[in-house]
């Protein structure tokens, strides 16, 4: 079984700060990972992905994430924020050998100072 | 127009109601899921389906049901309401290899049970 932990419910930083935001998961297979973004009153979108090759992977709205097998870590960075990346971010995984389910991290919402 | 739509919106009912809550995509995909989320929970699966005749039950099917009227509805039902059912659902599709596929997510239903 899979599990993910996000280690931040909110975190808190200055509009053009960089951030990062934590992810660990536990798993016994090999995984897929994924962050997802849900903005106020909207459903989740795909922020980014890691499915096999490089372990930096680029997603949208300049957002990064850096796969680390041996801390079973998938943390997602920006080097400056805008007011606009204000949003909840998911952590998902999902077992390679598995056909349907992701798991899902509680979430981390993202406040922007200004 | 959205490539998924959920209908209502938002729905306060009372203990003991049956409900329905309606998704339809135009993305023509075959795989559609169902999910509640909970403050600090993340997202749970409910219900998915692969395609019109196979349905099958996620993590925390209890209290919920489900049909698949077409390729694109996917329609989740409480048959008797109650509170500890109040959550935001979404509806979600994938195409293809659901293990590495992006999920498309539909704005969500806001239920309330009185």
């Known amino acids: 079984a899979q599990s993910v932990t996000q280690l931040d419910s909110q975190v808190p930083v200055f509009e053009e700060a960089p951030v990062e935001l934590r992810c660990n998961y536990s798993s016994s297979v090999s995984v897929y990972l994924f962050w997802y973004v849900q903005y106020p009153n909207q459903g989740l979108q795909l922020l980014l992905k890691y499915l096999s090759g490089s372990t930096l992977v680029k997603g949208i709205n300049g957002f990064e994430a850096e796969f680390n097998k041996s801390q079973t870590s998938f943390h997602l960075r920006k080097p400056s924020v805008h007011i606009s990346d204000t949003a909840e971010y998911f952590c998902a995984v999902r077992a390679r050998d598995s056909n349907y389910q992701l798991i899902w991290g509680a979430g981390t919402k993202l406040i922007i100072k200004p | ?114």
């Open chain 2, 1 to 114: 127009d959205a490539d998924v739509t959920q209908t209502p919106r938002n729905r306060i009912t009372k203990t003991g109601k049956r409900i329905m809550l309606e998704c339809s995509q135009t993305k023509g995909h075959d795989r559609m899921y169902w999910y509640r989320q909970d403050p600090g929970l993340g997202l749970r699966l409910i219900y998915y389906s692969f395609d019109v005749k196979d349905i099958n039950k996620g993590e925390i099917s209890d209290g919920y049901s489900v049909s698949r009227q077409a390729q694109a509805k996917f329609s989740l039902s409480l048959e008797s309401a109650i509170p500890n059912q109040t959550a935001l659902y979404f509806c979600a599709t994938t195409s293809g290899d659901s293990r590495t596929d992006t999920q498309y997510f539909g704005p969500g239903t806001r239920l309330t049970v009185l």
